[in-house]
């Protein structure tokens, strides 16, 4: 038995650096350094246990040998050692070495019609009766490749006018004289464009190109595909939650036409297959015309020497390639048309701002993730500028008087700074801003304290199209003066650094206009409080509030409820995240959240059941408000539990605890846990995937007979 199963996504360019940290990632083991730091790491690792590493989509040969594969595989003093990889080029298996060489056709017609039916839904194809004949012949022109099957057949599923089946596979053999291979690279995008072409708008349609700015195979946050989208402008709603709204609307438009998959948890990630981006790129470039209006190197790495057109480009995509520098251009190749530009992790510091200050036409600027010191004048002069991502480069401290110049800017975010400093009418200049998130990373690193509070939050007030603010508050001075932003749109809000009291009031908070209206993420981090206590003091619940970050409350033994209930408070609360609260004894008043879907609890020391009965609570409220929460059941939507790093968990709830509607539970490094949270009678039939830290885990974890069977 393979006790560790390690599965890499290769892809075109894949180096041997970048598989180094995929493995080392899967395994939990953090980055060594250099390659060779990385493979001795890796070596050493896998040379004592059997393994199997599944590479998918390779391109060219790997040393697998460089990445730290222990040799030789197969079985060796009773280790089972394999490696299985996925390539569309033969040469790739010669030059692997390959043992046994396994040739994936394509489906043959009767399995290629079941898989056709499945996704167009035997509702469609029996609504007139011509359709079941023409979406046979529909078939046949796909070839029998599953991915156009699964594609086009989602896209057929409302199509019960016969005119319309015509058109399809009209459009289907068309796209198959293209070159007379037609299984060749082009004759596929050009089948998949019918998917893309079905899109019921424009907006659904550049939505989709957009996912290709990210990386081959990369794993798409979801909140950083709608701020794009949003910073698009794409998406332009009356307020903010609408937009957001719109946005998550259109990633499931776009799941559904299986143009999007998601991917991890819940709660986090899309991905784009690679031959559904790579046609994304070849419908931006002109369908093959390669006219570079979109310039798209992500991730190809820092080593690879990059040559921009630079006249060309209105996109350009240089993300996560730890670049240092702009590739040069001459006064003759000036880039006049470049409207986007993603920058963000890299290595580029203040100098880049000689070069971007020469992209005159910019409107969309990402460089989170970089080594920029602080805001260059050059960056200010961009005046065409209505995006601007600076989150997470952690040493800028301030916005200097001339970003006033930017008046164009919509959207800006500072995630992430150490933002100290900002100028008396700098902000109330940005006549257009709509968005600004200001939550810095001073309560982690000790930034000291602002001078712009709460004078910023009367510069917001006069703001025409303000829509959403994200704003700290860094100890309870800062934290005393939120009541001068009751009036603004305040989306987010981290409360950290508050160190002198043992109880905390959540009613404190709710007594602030935002908080019921429009606060979507509350953060409390790197505080003292024992106990966060609720009160029966009004009525106020958070109306908006979707997210509760709970992180480094080293003291917080509990949560307290004083009459009122967690139904009644959380009605909208969607996903909980509690890390490193040392003494937390446990969560028992999260199993009646109504809406919660992800929970993860991790590094809670003295934990030793997550979710006990309700005589655990510590709360004080009416039997009626008791009744009323149990009625709904525990968990009654939750989706995905990540429990991880609490050494003292032995067992994760009692007996009256269910999870109807859970898809994904990870359990990892809590080596007390004896019992797995499942009862033959109360299965979770929903269940997708299990994650365990390793074999002995679950082979030490007990529960009723047959439940290790069915799961």
Known sequence: ?????????????????????????????????NV???????????????????????????????????????????????????TRLRKVCGEMEVSEVLKVACLQETDAWQLFKEKVSEETLSSSPRIETLARELVKELKGLPLALIVIGKAMYPKTDPIEWEYAIQHMHRSCCIKDNPLSLENVFGQHKFSYDNLRNDTLKHCFLT???????????????????????????????????????????????????????????????????????????????????????????????????????????????????????????RP?????????????????????????????????????KNICEELCSLANLEYFDLSHNPNICELPHYFRNLTKLKFLYLLCTIIRRVPEEVISNLK???????????????????????????????????????????????????????????????LGSLKRTHEFGLSDILSIKFARRTLYELDIIQSNMEQIIVRDESSYHFGALNKLLLWFLVNLRGLRWLGRSPTSI??????????????????????????????????????????????????????????????????????????????KLVTIYDDNVMFPFLEQLVLTKSPELIRLPFRMHRLPLKLQELQFYDVECWDRLECDEGVKYFL
């Open 1 to 33: 038995m393979c006790l560790h199963v390690i599965f890499v996504t290769t892809s075109r360019g894949c180096s041997v650096q970048t598989i180094e940290e995929y493995i080392l990632k899967k395994l939990r083991i953090p980055e060594g350094g």
């Open 570 to 647: 959380f009605p909208k609360l969607t996903c909980l995240d509690v890390n490193s609260c040392s003494k937390l004894e446990n969560l028992s008043w999260v199993m009646y959240v109504p809406c919660l879907e992800h929970l993860e609890v991790r590094f809670s020391n003295i934990m030793a059941e997550a979710f006990p009965g309700t005589e655990h609570h510590g709360e004080i409220m009416s039997m009626d408000q008791e009744s009323s929460m149990k009625s709904n059941g525990t968990f009654s939507c939750l989706k995905y539990l990540h429990l991880s790093d609490n050494p």
């Open 336 to 372: 006049m048309k470049l409207t986007v530009l993603c920058l963000q992790h890299n290595y580029f510091d203040g100098s880049i701002a000689e070069t971007v200050k020469n992209f005159t036409s910019l409107t969309y600027l990402d460089l989170r993730t970089n080594l920029l």
């Open 211 to 333: 996912c290709a700015l990210w990386p081959e195979d990369w794993e798409i946050i979801k909140a950083d595909l709608d701020q794009c989208c949003i910073g698009l402008v794409l998406v332009d709603e009356c307020d903010i939650r609408r937009s957001y709204t719109k946005a998550y609307s259109i990633i499931g438009d776009l799941r559904d036409a299986c143009l999007l998959e998601n991917w991890g948890n819940w709660y986090g990630f899309v991905k784009v297959h690679d031959v559904i981006r790579g046609m994304a790129l070849w419908i931006s470039c002109g369908y093959g015309d390669d006219n570079n209006k979109w310039f798209i190197r992500a991730e190809a790495g820092a080593e690879e020497s990059i040559s921009i057109p630079w006249s060309k480009p209105e996109y350009i995509s240089l993300m996560l390639n730890g670049m240092k520098k702009l590739p040069p251009f001459g006064f003759d190749h």
């Open 432 to 494: 257009a801003l709509q968005v600004i998130d200001l939550r810095t990373c001073r309560a982690y690193v000790g930034g000291g304290p602002v001078n712009f509070i709460p004078n910023i939050f009367q510069e917001l007030g006069t703001l025409d199209h303000f829509k959403a603010a994200g704003i700290e508050a860094d100890g309870f001075d800062e934290y005393e003066t939120l009541r001068e932003a009751a009036k603004l749109p305040i989306r987010s809000l981290r």
């Open 36 to 86: 060779e730091c990385q493979r001795q790491i890796i070596y050493e690792f896998l040379k004592i246990r059997s393994f199997l590493i599944l590479l998918d989509d390779l391109w060219e040969q790997i040393d697998l040998q460089a990445v730290g594969v222990p040799y030789p595989l197969g079985i060796v003093n009773q280790l089972e050692r394999k490696v299985v990889l996925t």
